[in-house]
């Protein structure tokens, strides 16, 4: 009887691949860094074991970058003109006296964390790069700085409450939401009251139908109300930094900054919302939005929205055969956008489904401390920490973190579109 391959199994080693295959959407738009491989990646390269850093901008090269130290920082803006008369008669009287406006905005910084923890069995056995693909360390360390930026892109899209989810309906176990886009197996969450503030219980996601929106989570039942109960990334409730949403959105959200856009008189500080009707984006819509911001006496320069509605929006360009490859651009770093009466129409998959930005990158600031990067708790000069509680461990921790908040300095020309006719959202890394 010949010898075949179920015969030889047991003698057969296996031959893996000498590159771990990256299977995790890594591109973060908002946050962009300075190199080119940053920007097409949106990977961090900071390694906890060498104390590296990693530096970033993030919105564009064109926001402004202001280092804080204090406790709250404040921006002056000029808000109103002299609006005394200007004309009179021959012998009249002139005109009564008027003056300009000022105004102080504020805000304060908001923390970003990310933790590691590694066994010390398992730092030692990987050391070696002959018998293994990474050393575990350095990966878990670079790979909290990617997913810490991620985060973070995903939160400038928001409204600063950090929901990730609203809830429609409730079951055993489970809870039926309005997207599971910003949802993955294994997240913690807590199930917030939205009106009161109050975290009914915090548990982890283990399945997500992605068609009937139902998120199964592990523990005890929870029973949540639709419409007052909302879910979160597991303590991030209201700690997060402001988003897009919330600095745009000034009928929601009418204070910024500290100072709210619904006073008689503030009128300067709202920016222009428009409701998209779930249709499809179209030129006379998108144009009557860069009209409004110019009209401000400052131009649109960035349009940033989904996968689905850009392909809705380029389907009836190429309908009246007015779109080809030769419309398309790059931005700093290998962004392919397409051209929107000479604005930069990009997408992003941390956008939320239905959205469009119009933004101006120039009218946003990074506030930060520690020379805006991301850095490596060591305050006692350690970065790799031993866990000695609860129980003493040969496990050792790594922190990394960075203080910093979104703000914008001109709220009014800053724009966007909701409810525009998209794609469903669906579970993604």
């Not at 009418?254 to 030129?283: M, Q």
């Not at 939320?352 to 305050?379: A, C, E, S, T, V």
Request: proline letters at 3%.
């Amino acid at each position: 009887m010949a010898s075949d391959l179920a015969n030889a199994d047991a003698v057969l080693q296996n031959d893996y691949l000498p590159v771990i295959r990256e299977m995790i959407n890594q591109k973060a738009i908002l946050l962009f860094g300075y190199t080119p491989d940053q920007l097409s990646k949106g990977m961090g390269t900071a390694n906890a074991v060498k104390g590296e850093t990693l530096d970033y901008q993030g919105i564009s090269r064109d926001a402004d970058r202001v280092q804080f130290a204090g406790r709250k920082w404040i921006f002056t803006a000029h808000t109103k003109r002299n609006e005394s008369g200007t004309m009179t008669s021959e012998d009249g009287a002139l005109p009564a006296p008027g003056r300009q406006g000022w105004e102080d905005f504020e805000d304060r910084l908001r923390y970003a964390y990310k933790q590691i923890e590694v066994t010390g069995q398992a730092i030692e056995v990987t050391e070696s790069n002959s018998h293994t693909y990474v050393r575990i360390f350095e990966a878990e360390s670079e790979g909290a700085i990617s997913d810490l930026r991620w985060d973070l892109n995903r939160q400038a899209y928001g409204d600063q409450t950090g929901t990730l989810a609203a809830i429609s309906a409730d079951g055993a176990n489970t809870v039926t939401v309005d997207s599971v886009q910003y949802l993955r197996v294994g997240m913690p969450i807590d199930f917030v009251n939205k009106s009161t503030d109050a975290i009914l219980a915090s548990r982890n996601i283990t399945a997500i139908n992605s068609t009937t929106k139902v998120v199964t989570y592990d523990g005890a039942d929870v029973a949540t109300t639709p419409g007052t109960h909302v879910v979160v990334l597991t303590g991030n409730w209201k700690k997060e930094i402001n988003g897009l949403r919330n600095i745009i959105d000034s009928t929601t959200y009418p204070i910024l900054h500290s100072t709210n856009g619904s006073t008689a008189g503030n009128e300067y500080w709202n920016g222009k919302v428009y409701a998209g009707g779930s249709t499809t984006f179209d030129e006379d819509q998108g144009q009557q939005v860069l009209d409004d911001i110019g009209a401000e006496g400052w131009e649109g320069e960035l349009i940033i929205t989904t996968r689905g509605i850009r392909r809705r929006y380029v389907n009836t360009l190429k309908a009246q055969k007015r779109f080809n490859d030769a419309d398309s651009g790059k931005l700093h770093g290998g962004f392919q956008y397409i051209d929107f009466n000479g604005v930069p129409f990009l997408t992003d998959d941390a956008c939320p489904k239905g959205y469009m930005f119009f933004i101006r990158p120039q009218d946003y600031l990074w506030i930060w401390l520690n020379n805006n990067d991301f850095r490596w708790l060591q305050r006692d000069g350690k970065i790799m920490r031993k866990v000695e509680y609860p129980v003493d461990k040969d496990n050792w921790r790594a922190t990394v973190y960075r203080y910093n908040d979104l703000g914008c300095f001109r709220r009014k020309t800053q724009a966007l579109i909701a409810s525009l006719a998209d794609d469903a959202a669906k579970v993604s890394s």
